[in-house]
């Protein structure tokens, strides 16, 4: 311990005899030993070129048996080849080095490595990692596109992807967008340990281009959820234009050669030409109809929807659902594949109303029903405070100016 004390003697002081004093204080033996369960925390970042001997050392742990673990452990093994430059490694551990818990990036970005020291022994977990969700409010105006103004307004390109997505059915973001337009946003961001991590959800937006207002507000229901004007209209469309996210028409709808048989048959869908094993999704919300091997078809499924809509998948390479299951807009339910008549990968698509088929690639598709009774009335009370908020957010920034 050091003590200092300095005078500052006014204009007519006389000379201060000044003297040092040196002294010698007892320190109590128990003062000097902390406890073995005294934790000291760390937190580094990867850096490029780091080994598993370098990250322990600069971490200052001196853990022979944790070292030996993270060199064999599967789990652990696994992570190791995960870690990037500037991923972040959280520790604590005793004044000798011994680690208490270690945390590095898990299976995925919700998920972390935990090393854990209990009742001697040494716990290896892959675990959810914990967030807590805070709620940011934001406003941009458009000089020139619209990931130039999120960027401009420190706004994640997930909420501009986000806000694509939310109002594409209105606004075409590569012909529509004008100088001057404007938008608010009100959206989560995940933090981990004090620091941001991601975002989460949009939870209300509001987009003027060219002078219309269009405003959308997240509802949830039974742990999902769309986004619903202020009125309860439904901006989700009710049915997907196409069943694949990538592909390209091979065949589309009417009478054809068939490649196999050689004879003019009706198609009576569309095929999109994609590699096996592409994702195959629900293109609205409905319930399995029937999902196993059906002649030419192949392995099939048909969906059935409301309105007395089916839409059927065929020549898949597996099926990811069962008769009878309900399913949702955008699940996937299977693969594209090459069974039953066919001679090469593609999925064959159908589009029935009434049990009559439609060209999928020009039947108009009918929009989401809107919320109504109970759920309307619940709805409205939480968009009310969602636009309030969304009016509160006052502008941050002009943005995305043209060279």
């Known amino acids: 311990m050091v003590a200092a004390v300095a005078v500052i003697p006014g204009p007519d002081a006389t000379t201060i005899n000044q003297k040092a004093v040196i002294e010698n204080l007892l320190v109590s033996p128990e003062a000097e030993i902390l406890p073995d369960d005294a934790a000291f925390f760390r937190e580094d970042r990867i850096q490029r070129g780091d080994t598993l001997a370098s990250l322990l050392q600069r971490l200052n742990i001196d853990d022979p048996e944790v070292a030996d673990l993270l060199r064999t452990h599967t789990l ?4 190791m080849r995960r870690l990037t430059p500037g991923a972040t490694v959280h520790a604590s551990m005793t004044a000798g080095g011994r680690v208490l818990t270690l945390a590095l990036p898990g299976s995925s970005n919700d998920r972390q490595l935990l090393v854990e020291r209990r009742d001697g022994s040494i716990v290896v977990r892959d675990v959810a990692v914990e967030f807590d969700t805070r709620i940011q409010a934001k406003s941009a105006e458009i000089r020139n596109s ?6 401009e307004a420190g706004l994640p390109d997930s909420v501009a992807v986000g806000l694509a997505e939310i109002f594409g059915s209105e606004i075409d973001f590569h012909r529509d967008l004008r100088r001057g337009d404007h938008f608010r946003v009100i959206y989560e961001v995940l933090y981990h340990r004090g620091m941001p991590v991601k975002t989460g959800r949009i939870l209300g937006a509001e987009f003027v281009n060219d002078g219309h ?15 619903y004007t202020a009125e309860g209209k439904s901006l989700k469309r009710g049915f997907l234009r196409s069943p694949l996210e990538f592909s390209r028409v091979t065949s589309g709808m009417g009478m054809r050669m ?6 003019m048959r009706a198609h009576k869908g569309v095929d999109y030409g994609a590699p096996i094993g592409t994702r195959v999704r629900s293109t609205a919300d409905g319930t399995v109809e029937f999902a196993g091997r059906q002649g030419g078809y192949g392995n099939f499924i048909v969906l059935r929807h409301a309105g007395g809509i089916t839409t059927a998948y065929g020549h898949l390479s597996r099926i990811d659902v069962r008769q009878g299951q309900r399913i949702h807009q955008g699940d996937t339910i299977g693969a594209v594949g090459n069974t039953g008549s066919s001679t090469g990968p593609h999925l064959h698509y159908e589009f029935r109303v009434a049990g009559e088929h439609k060209d999928p690639l020009k039947v108009i598709l009918p929009d989401a029903p809107p919320l ?12 009310a405070t969602i636009i309030a908020q969304l009016n509160d957010a006052a502008p941050t920034s002009r943005v995305a100016r043209a060279e």
């Open 76 to 79: 652990a093994q696994n992570a």
């Open 146 to 151: 619209l990931f130039g103004a999120t960027d």
């Open 258 to 263: 068939h490649p196999i048989y050689g004879t």
């Open 213 to 227: 207002r269009y405003t959308a507000v997240w509802n949830e229901n039974g742990g999902r959820g769309d986004y």
């Open 372 to 383: 109504s009774g109970s759920e309307l009335a619940r709805f409205r009370q939480h968009s």
